[in-house]
């Protein structure tokens, strides 16, 4: 069952200058985006900074509200849904950030963190909401004794991202969006806290939406993977075909980048890619395929040409010309490294 | 390793003698600030004579073993008169500095949090507000209030609004900025429960410390007025019109203007200590530094 449905997501945020406040343009942060998330699933985000994955996160979440578009969870459309509607879809859909150092309030304590949307949604006494927030801490392993009356700066970083965790667990969401969980962590810590997301997303059958710029993580926690360029979803495969068969010349260098530590691996990533320049600003998107400028593969009409995103079969679909029909549908070429 | 252990010793002493200069501005500011509290506290209790007692018998006496600060031009005890007008300068900071904090406050945290037209309507008015000399001010605030003790209160706070409410919208704003506010919004907490209980108890230390400070130029400005005539009125004990008063006899009897004075350099030199001492222990960004 679809859990949430996105369909042709945009968000512009305009550009203003002068004294009056006058438009002069827009940053594309995201640009017609459609997703769908099956329930119990991961779907994965991944792209560059400025790609508009994390707005595309705070869209879906409506912390944002889109300027075209429809979000549909659980069947229903929550598009324009205002806030005190929104209260009880909140509920559903929760979110862990990035840097669990600003995303805790450090004036209170771990016990309030957790307990406050239980008091926000008016669940239950104080009693048993302590006894909840105890249960919620022994689920992120954590144990109530010790963290209960903690304030957030007394503790690591990767406590402060299970004390995260638990307070969007605390609603008994379906979704969580899950806005780069593991960056702001060590390599060790950052293991244990997949581990515990894999674990809960089992037990508790959770669907997640985990963006994040590291490919190599994102193999191991996702079914299936939506890469993002300037806005737009430029691949979108199961998770393993991604790895096997990238079809989009950006994913394949995406790929290719992914560091290596034995001749085995190396010999599972495509030959060395290395890109052009930086990624261009979302308000100045290039014309054409927005990737054009930076793309090894580009052919004649690259620059003129907005691509479409293609379906090349299994729900496996790429936004490039090179797969389109009406061209005879050539494909990626099969050597493409220039070593520069 | 003994290279590891000199360094951390020299770590530590640094910092304590850091924590020592700073715990000695807060001490040596506590002090005088007790000293002029307690004195408006007690003032009954520890002044030597009532404040308004006439005795033209025993006028511009010099300092001496009877009136330990000397005799004004009625007569009356100058030490027990300076004690007392520690009471008004004291009462007129206190609520003045209340009316800034709380009205300044309400104002910049709605303009930091709402943003917007809200934020430039507010903003622009607290600019006009602070584009006038604090003093004409208050003077032409008196002027339109009356002249009284309360207006006077009145007055200062107005004059503090526009410095609180910059502070209090910077600092709202960069509460604004953290995860946590997102957080909050995510789990659905309301306008006014992120107001108050996530983004007030993380700016309220900015704005106390601001509080100690606009103390000392409180107790400036009530003897500012005072001394122009528009703050207490005789025969009320003020330092502002004890000084005005002792201003004429400067030739014949100095220390009628001496001592108001000096009971203001204490006053204000300790509000001002004190409040660069809770600066330099609560802004993490100096304590980092240190």
């Not at chain 1, 609603?171 to 593991?182: A, F, M, S, Y």
């Not at chain 1, 004649?300 to 293609?310: N, S």
């Not at chain 2, 506290?41 to 009136?67: E, G, M, T």
Request: some cysteine.
């Amino acid at each position: 069952m679809t859990l949430l449905d996105a369909r042709g997501l945009v968000k512009y945020f305009p550009v203003t200058a002068g004294l009056l406040r006058r438009r002069v343009g827009d940053v594309k942060a995201v640009d017609g985006v459609s997703l769908a998330i099956e329930e119990g699933t991961t779907l994965a985000l991944v792209g560059e900074t400025g790609s508009g994955k994390t707005t595309l996160g705070r869209l879906l979440t409506r912390l944002l509200t889109p300027t075209n578009g429809q979000i549909v969870f659980e069947g229903r459309d929550i598009t324009g849904l205002d806030e005190q509607a929104l209260r009880p879809v909140r509920r559903q859909m929760q979110m862990v950030f990035q840097n669990p150092a600003s995303s805790l309030n450090p004036r209170r304590r771990v016990k309030e963190i957790i307990e406050e949307p239980l008091v926000v949604h008016g669940i239950g006494t104080p009693v048993a909401r302590l006894r909840q927030v105890r249960e919620l801490l022994e689920r992120v392993a954590l144990p109530p004794r010790d963290f209960l009356f903690r304030y957030p700066h007394a503790l690591s970083g990767g406590q402060r991202q299970r004390v995260a965790i638990a307070r969007a667990l605390a609603l008994h969401p379906r979704l969580i969006v899950l806005d780069e969980p593991t960056s702001a962590l060590d390599v060790s810590v950052q293991a244990k806290i997949i581990g515990l997301l894999r674990r809960l997303q089992r037990e508790l059958r959770l669907t997640y939406l985990f963006i994040s710029h590291d490919l190599s993580l994102v193999r191991n926690v996702a079914e299936s993977i939506a890469v993002m360029y300037l806005g737009k979803i430029v691949e979108l495969a199961a998770a393993e075909r991604l790895f096997t068969s990238p079809s989009h010349p950006y994913t394949r260098a995406l790929l290719s980048a992914i560091p290596t530590v034995s001749d085995e691996e190396a010999a599972l990533i495509p030959e060395k890619i290395v890109l052009r320049g930086e990624i261009p600003s979302p308000s100045r998107v290039p014309p054409g395929c927005a990737f054009h400028p930076r793309c090894y593969a580009r052919i004649d009409g690259c620059d003129r040409v907005v691509p479409e995103l293609i379906t090349l079969g299994d729900g496996h679909a790429a936004r490039c010309i090179l797969y389109d029909p009406a061209l005879g549908a050539p494909g990626l070429p099969n050597v493409i490294a220039r070593r520069e | 390793m003994s290279v590891q252990l000199a360094q951390r010793e020299r770590h530590w002493v640094g910092r304590s003698a850091v924590h020592w200069r700073r715990f000695r501005l807060l001490l040596i500011g506590g002090c005088l600030v007790g000293l002029v509290v307690l004195s408006a506290i007690f003032a009954d209790v520890i002044s030597p004579y009532s404040p308004y007692d006439i005795d033209v018998a025993i006028k511009l006496q010099p300092p001496n073993r009877a009136h330990w600060l000397g005799t004004d031009e009625f007569g009356r005890d100058v030490l027990s008169r300076v004690i007392h007008a520690a009471r008004i300068s004291v009462k007129v900071a206190a609520v003045a500095v209340s009316v800034g904090l709380i009205g300044g406050g309400v104002i910049g945290i709605a303009a930091g949090y709402f943003g917007g037209p809200v934020d430039m309507v507010l903003m622009r008015f607290m600019e006009l507000l602070f584009s006038f000399p604090a003093i004409l001010l208050a003077i032409v605030l008196m002027a339109v209030l009356g002249t009284s003790i309360l207006n006077a209160m009145t007055a200062i706070g107005i004059i503090f609004i526009p410095g609180f409410s910059r502070l209090a919208r910077a600092a709202t704003q960069d509460v604004l900025r953290q995860q946590y506010i997102e957080a909050a919004h995510t789990i659905g907490m309301s306008d006014v429960r992120i107001l108050t209980r996530e983004i007030l108890p993380n700016i309220i230390t900015p704005l106390f410390v601001e509080a100690m400070a606009a103390f000392a130029y409180a107790v400036l400005l009530e003897s500012s007025l005072s001394f122009l005539g528009l703050g207490a009125q005789p025969p009320e004990p003020s330092w502002g019109n004890m000084l005005n008063t002792g201003r004429g006899f400067m030739d014949q009897a100095p220390w009628l203007g001496v001592v108001p004075g000096m009971a203001m350099l204490i006053g204000v030199l300790g509000f001002n200590l004190l409040g660069d001492g809770l600066r330099d222990v609560f802004d993490p960004r100096l304590r980092e530094a240190a």
